[in-house]
T-cell receptor, first 115, second 115 residues
Framework: AQSVTQPDIHITVSEGASLELRCNYSYGATPYLFWYVQSPGQGLQLLLKYFSGDTLVQGIKGFEAEFKRSQSSFNLRKPSVHWSDAAEYFCAVAAGKAAGNKLTFGGGTRVLVKP | DTGVSQDPRHKITKRGQNVTFRCDPISEHNRLYWYRQTLGQGPEFLTYFQNEAQLEKSRLLSDRFSAERPKGSFSTLEIQRTEQGDSAMYLC?????????????FGPGTRLTVL
């Protein structure tokens, strides 16, 4: 069964500083990987996804993520954080087609942005 | 189309009562998923439908839970004899099965509080 680990529960970053959120996955085949963001009282919004090809994926809101198969990682980065980036971030892996592509999420990383 | 909608957004109930939530997916989306998110955790898969057929149920879905998707459009999730442990955010997502990217679009969720 697939699993996702987000080692950092909370991260505090100053506005304008860079941000990196870690994600490690366990999956037997080529993974379909996702990063979602959840603001208070809101649903999940997709930031970016990886299926194949270029291992550096660009997403919305200036985010990017890099897939590293050798490390089973899919870390999310942003060069310069804005106050509006304060939210909870979830990494997820999709089960294959035969399993309905259901998502397995990590526990999330809450990002706090200091002025 | 305005995306996935869920109703109600909040529900407070007393232990032992029955509750029902509704999810309206994006029109034309033939896949519909239910997830549950408890405080401080990532969402966990509960069940999914393809059209009107319920194809998988998680072990998290006890006998007190039932989900339907009549006519393959909206879906309902009913919890009978609610327990305090059922308090959580219930998220619905929809996707198009032929979409190779299998992007799931999430609704805003229904927050259930069982007193």
């Amino acid at each position: 069964a697939q699993s996702v680990t987000q080692p950092d529960i909370h991260i505090t970053v100053s506005e304008g500083a860079s941000l990196e959120l870690r994600c490690n996955y366990s999956y037997g085949a080529t993974p379909y990987l996702f990063w979602y963001v959840q603001s208070p009282g809101q649903g999940l919004q997709l930031l970016l996804k990886y299926f194949s090809g270029d291992t550096l994926v660009q997403g919305i809101k200036g985010f990017e993520a890099e897939f590293k198969r050798s490390q089973s990682s899919f870390n999310l980065r942003k060069p310069s954080v804005h106050w509006s980036d304060a939210a909870e971030y979830f990494c997820a892996v999709a089960a294959g087609k035969a399993a309905g592509n259901k998502l397995t999420f990590g526990g999330g990383t809450r990002v706090l942005v200091k002025p | 189309d305005t995306g996935v909608s869920q109703d109600p957004r909040h529900k407070i109930t007393k232990r032992g009562q029955n509750v029902t939530f509704r999810c309206d997916p994006i029109s034309e989306h033939n896949r519909l998923y239910w997830y549950r998110q408890t405080l401080g955790q990532g969402p966990e898969f509960l069940t999914y439908f393809q059209n009107e057929a319920q194809l998988e149920k998680s072990r998290l879905l006890s006998d007190r839970f039932s989900a339907e998707r009549p006519k393959g459009s909206f879906s309902t999730l009913e919890i009978q004899r609610t327990e305090q442990g059922d308090s959580a955010m219930y998220l619905c997502a929809s996707s198009l099965v032929v979409d190779i990217n299998n992007e799931q679009f999430f609704g805003p969720g229904t927050r259930l509080t069982v007193l």
